[in-house]
């Protein structure tokens, strides 16, 4: 054999041996989904339809609104805190601020972030944040792992509107509630 085939049956089996590694590794992972530990997210850009026998809560000073389960309380919490507005949500045996709306004067995401991180449990932290659209407006979505060793993640929602920063969150707590946190994500609409 000369030089010339002998170089050219190397260049043909390269290229067989690179294109059935790829074949193999594409029908591989055709079909798998990535692995995460995040809780399902509500479509924030949908219109959300209020599910039947779910009050509405609407507050014209603040310019918002959403819709809750009838079995949830809502209560005003303000006078216990440094906010403009605090709604505990309490769900049913769980306590009056299992879930929560805040309405805050900071002048940005990352300082009322920040603010309410540190204000939290000892111990907080992020352990991830993500770009979230609520209504329309973008802001952001961060999961706390609030120091305990349970797997469940705090999520809270952070969006500026009208120079004002509302976070909406929900305790690890309650994650069988997922699905109803969801659905107050999707109703919550800011008003005129």
Known sequence: MNRK????????????????????????N????????????????ATATIPTGWKVYQNKNFKFEFAYPQNWNIGDLTATTNNLLTL???????G????????????????????HVQNYVEGTKIEKEQIFTLDGIEGKLIYLNIGGNSPDLDRWVFVKYDSKVYNIGITYDVTPYDEEFNQILSTFKFIK
């Open 96 to 115: 009056d601020d299992t879930a929560w709306i805040n309405v805050v004067s900071e002048n940005g995401l990352a300082k009322a972030i920040d603010l």
């Open 88 to 94: 505990g949500m309490g769900v049913p045996g769980l």
């Open 30 to 45: 055709a079909g798998q989904q990535p692995i995460t530990n995040q809780t399902t997210q509500p479509n924030s850009n």
């Open 5 to 28: 085939n002998v170089i050219t049956i190397l260049i043909v089996v390269v290229v067989v041996l690179a294109g059935t590694t790829i074949y193999f590794t594409m029908t591989k």
